[in-house]
């Protein structure tokens, strides 16, 4: 089972087939499942279980391995870290990854990598039954566990403040957050017909693309330049936004436990049923008995504390790492892969201006570094924030390294913790393909326009 493993910062003992009962079903994401610790080991309290899902066709990170769990191209990319390049196991190359490159960009107090842990196939059919049992209204993105993986990664369960036990009197409160792009490209390299770009995000020309595909039921009014836009009343507006129509960017957790948002997937909205039963958990929490200062108050809360934690500052900067746009980005693929740049030969076809020379002509660690800082800046651009809330007493001091906030319309003082999850590196030969989806949300944006 563990032949041939590198077994660096992964624990040895291995998870078997009547381990699975110790674990409960979370929830799920488009890539991972995740599962809550519910047994009595005390390596294990407080953890929750990422196990990576079967991607579906298209989506593989695939290429030729050049024996060091990087593909040969990317390697070319990340060689020149000298954990991800000695790295012997496919599976540890994320966990690196988020380590060695994420962490130090985002900040180690923002950052929990976690330990992999060695898992039998038996294991792994196990979970995969019991994701199958539940209801598929708990699965917003259901597909198969992968059976074939060595290993999965455990982490400390970030939507609760005490490792290994809750606290009854102190319920737990976390939202998580897909922030998506939080800026506007500058690029140069962005087409004349694409312009609009530098106007519009990313984030509402998907939404009209979605909405044309049938994937979502409105738009959402969310505007990610609001939540980083460091003003605490254009935060509270993407907050609000958000919780109106949360599709897959907006969820909220009652001590791990999903009680808002995501049940729906990309077609979840708040209706007034939905806002109902929401009142009646934030009445656990929130001093007010009033529905319509529930909601309210759980908004500012969530506004507050993001303003309060300035985490996104970092996030964002991560984000603008990333000067060139896909348009750009791009062309020093197909340099790097010394194939004919297929962009250059569509804007000749096309008969378009092509002013891309300057791209070509840079040097090879040149164009390494464009195609280093895009992945990264995609990472950042891709991943999630978790806020974890809870009350404390009024008056106290803290002596706690986590952060404290006021709530004003209840009176109440909270303390939280920021984290970002979803930190995977993302795989160098989807280029083509992320390049072709920006032509098809564009597409789709400018027809939308017309009519």
């Known amino acids: 089972m563990t032949k041939g493993l590198n077994i660096y910062k992964m624990e040895e003992i291995v998870l078997e087939a009547k381990d699975a009962v110790d674990w409960s079903y ?36 695939g290429g030729d391995t050049s024996g060091n769990g990087l593909t040969s191209l990317e390697n070319l990319i990340w060689g020149d870290i000298k954990d991800l390049a000695s790295c012997q196991n496919k599976e540890m190359v994320d966990y690196l990854f988020a380590e060695h490159v994420m962490r130090p960009f985002l900040g180690h107090k923002y950052v929990n990598v976690g330990i992999r842990r060695l898992v039998a196939t038996e294991f792994l059919e196990s979970v995969e039954k019991m994701a199958t049992s539940q209801p598929l209204s708990r699965r917003a993105n259901p597909s198969s566990v992968d059976t074939n993986r060595t290993s999965v990664l455990l982490m400390d369960d970030l939507t609760r403040f005490a490792h290994g036990h809750v606290e009854d009197d102190k319920p737990c409160l976390t939202v998580e957050i897909k922030p998506k792009y939080g800026f506007l490209p500058s690029s140069s390299f962005i087409a004349e017909e694409n312009l609009i770009k530098k106007s519009v995000t990313r984030f509402k020309m998907q939404q009209a693309l979605k909405l044309r595909q049938n994937e979502i039921l409105k738009v959402s009014e969310y505007d990610p330049l609001d939540l980083f836009s460091g003003s605490k009343d254009r ?27 995501g049940f729906r997937g990309s077609k979840c909205i708040t209706t007034s049923k939905v806002e109902l039963a929401f009142n009646h958990i934030l009445k656990g929490i929130l001093k007010t008995e009033d529905d319509d200062v529930c909601a309210s108050s759980f908004i500012e809360l969530v506004a507050e504390t993001i303003y309060a934690s300035g985490a996104l500052d970092q996030l964002l900067h991560v984000q603008k790492l990333d000067k060139y746009n896909i348009e750009g980005v791009v062309h020093a693929y197909y340099d790097l892969i010394d194939q004919p740049c297929k962009a250059c030969q569509e804007l000749e076809k096309r008969k378009l201006s092509n002013h891309f020379g300057a791209m070509h002509s840079m040097s090879h660690d040149e164009k390494v570094n464009i195609l280093k800082n895009f992945l990264i800046s995609s990472t950042a651009t891709d991943c999630s924030v978790m806020v974890s809330i809870r009350s404390r007493e009024t008056g106290l001091s803290s002596f706690s390294s986590h952060g404290n906030v006021h709530l004003e319309s209840t009176k109440q003082d909270f303390e939280y913790k920021v984290h970002f999850i979803d930190l995977d590196m993302r795989p160098l030969n989807r280029m083509e393909a992320n390049y072709e989806s920006d032509k098809m949300i564009m597409k789709s944006y400018l027809e939308m326009l017309k009519t």
């Open 26 to 61: 979370r929830g799920e994401g488009a890539v991972n499942l995740v599962l809550a610790y519910t047994g009595s080991s005390p390596t294990c309290l407080g953890k929750v279980m990422r196990i990576k899902k079967k991607l579906k066709k298209g989506n593989e990170n």
């Open 235 to 261: 935060i509270h507006k993407a907050i609000k936004a958000l919780y109106a129509t949360p599709q897959t960017n907006f969820r909220v957790f009652l001590n791990g436990s999903l009680v808002f948002g």
